[in-house]
């Protein structure tokens, strides 16, 4: 099993910027891949931003002029900056944890509880 804890959530005004962290322990020889989902109410889970180990990066539905993934892989911790957030930013975000097959299908099997951003005019 692997065990997700985020963090770095929160209100902020729009405009503003947020780091959330997300870090694994536990079976984390298991997985390659951590990346981040969000759900805004009334709206499906989509996701926002994904990272291997080796660095390659799926940003999905993400602005990638506005949000950046990032890891340690010493401290198995995955990163996501958001910047120039906007009110639509507004979400729960969850970490998810998972493996990259060679063939670059994501596969997501953990994780965590998610973290609120609140992104306020």
């Known amino acids: 099993q692997v065990q997700l804890v985020e963090s770095g959530g929160g209100l902020v005004q729009a405009g503003g910027s947020l780091r959330l962290s997300c870090a694994a322990s536990?079976?984390?020889?298991?997985?390659?891949?951590i990346g981040w989902y969000r759900q805004a109410p009334g709206k499906q889970r989509e996701l926002v931003a994904a990272i291997s180990n080796g660095g390659s990066t799926n940003y999905a539905n993400s602005p990638k002029d506005r949000f950046a993934i990032s890891r340690d892989n010493a401290k198995n911790t995955v990163y996501l900056q958001m910047n120039s957030l906007k009110r639509e930013d507004t979400a729960v975000y969850y970490c998810y944890a998972g493996t990259l097959s060679r063939s670059g299908d994501w596969r997501f099997d953990y994780w965590g509880q998610g973290t609120q951003v609140t992104v306020s005019s």
């Open positions: 536990g079976s984390t020889f298991s997985i390659n891949a």
